[in-house]
């Protein structure tokens, strides 16, 4: 399906999407922040299995498991945050720009 301008039908039309780029921006910094969080809640658990590798053990089982977590955490906070801001671009907010008579208008529901 082509987008064509509800004011001159041109077909050259730019969509901006910038709810969607916000929205996984901040998705990705709070997933992260939240996947540490829990990953460094988590690594005291790790420490107690690490100990049986000795303090190098406790080191790197937590450390490990707080930059796995923040990585796991802001991938999946990035999805849901550019989901998110998709469905603000494409119902709410007038996203796309006619090329030919700069008209904004966002698509149907």
């Known amino acids: ?7 001159c039908n041109s077909s050259k039309i730019a969509s901006l999407q910038t709810a969607m780029k916000i929205g996984a921006a901040v998705g990705t910094v709070g997933g992260a922040a939240r996947g540490a969080s829990a990953a460094l809640a988590a690594g005291q658990m790790g420490a107690a299995v690490g100990a049986i590798a000795g303090p190098l053990g406790i080191t790197l ?3 490990s ?7 796991v955490g802001g991938a999946s906070g ?3 945050g550019a989901q ?3 469905k603000l671009d494409r119902h709410v907010f007038a996203n796309n720009l006619c090329l030919a008579c700069n008209h904004r208008f966002n698509l149907p529901a």
């Open 78 to 80: 990035c999805t849901l």
């Open 84 to 86: 998110f801001g998709e």
């Open 1 to 7: 399906m082509s987008l064509q301008c509800p004011l």
């Open 65 to 71: 498991g707080a930059i796995l977590g923040g990585l």
């Open 61 to 63: 089982g937590t450390v």
